[in-house]
């Protein structure tokens, strides 16, 4: 890509697989009933951002999770249910990043919690040899940490601000349009990975 020195990567779909309807299944068989009702994004209680950007800690979210769900379900149950939608690394992806690294700065930006962040770390460690996924990037950010999230437009300054980046080299990768936008308010350069593409499918 021409004139591009940084690019800044999402996460949950773009380089980890996610498998929703294993989620489902999950909380269903724990006895959830109108899991979309409960979980699908836009119907979602706001603590689940709340998570997201650090302003509950994990027992808190758990019991609020326990509470939507109406149900004297377990920490370990809600844990094991609430994980199941992170998938894999495909190799073919992580090789990509391997060779980006030549040539780009790269950077990670995902909207994600503590419990998710222990747990794809040990998923990608179990695969790659007990190699560390954070360390495909110059930085990782993880919204929980940041204590803001995707699509807000300062979550973008903050990252550009801290690794000194010019927005106009530096190109946003994602897999939600509202994601890009916020992106592209922040003078960044926006990749919108749609249904039925990979980041394998941009020229990068």
């Not at 027992?59 to 609430?82: C, H, M, V, Y």
């Amino acid at each position: 890509m021409q004139n591009t020195e940084n690019l800044i990567f999402d996460l949950g779909g773009l380089i980890l697989t996610l498998d929703m309807p294993r989620a489902e299944r999950h909380f269903t068989d724990l006895g959830v009933k109108d899991y979309n009702a409960l979980f699908r994004s836009g119907n979602v209680s706001s603590f689940f951002k709340e998570y997201e950007v650090g302003g509950i800690t994990d027992a808190e979210f758990l019991e609020a999770l326990r509470n939507l769900s109406g149900l004297p379900l377990t920490d370990k149950q809600l844990i094991s249910a609430w994980n199941a939608m992170l998938g894999h690394f495909p190799e073919e992806r992580i090789m990509l990043l391997n060779r980006l690294k030549n040539q780009y700065r790269l950077f990670l930006f995902s909207n994600t919690n503590a419990l998710h962040l222990i747990t794809f770390r040990k998923i990608y460690a179990d695969a790659f040899n007990g190699k560390v996924f954070d360390d495909h990037f110059e930085k990782a950010y993880y919204s929980h940490l940041l204590q803001m999230r995707k699509p807000d437009r300062e979550s973008y300054e903050r990252i550009i601000s801290e690794n000194k980046l010019d927005p106009s080299k530096t190109v946003f990768i994602d897999d939600s349009v509202l994601n890009i936008e916020g992106a592209e308010a922040a003078g960044l350069k926006g990749i919108h990975i749609r249904p039925g593409m990979s980041v394998l499918d941009i020229d990068l």
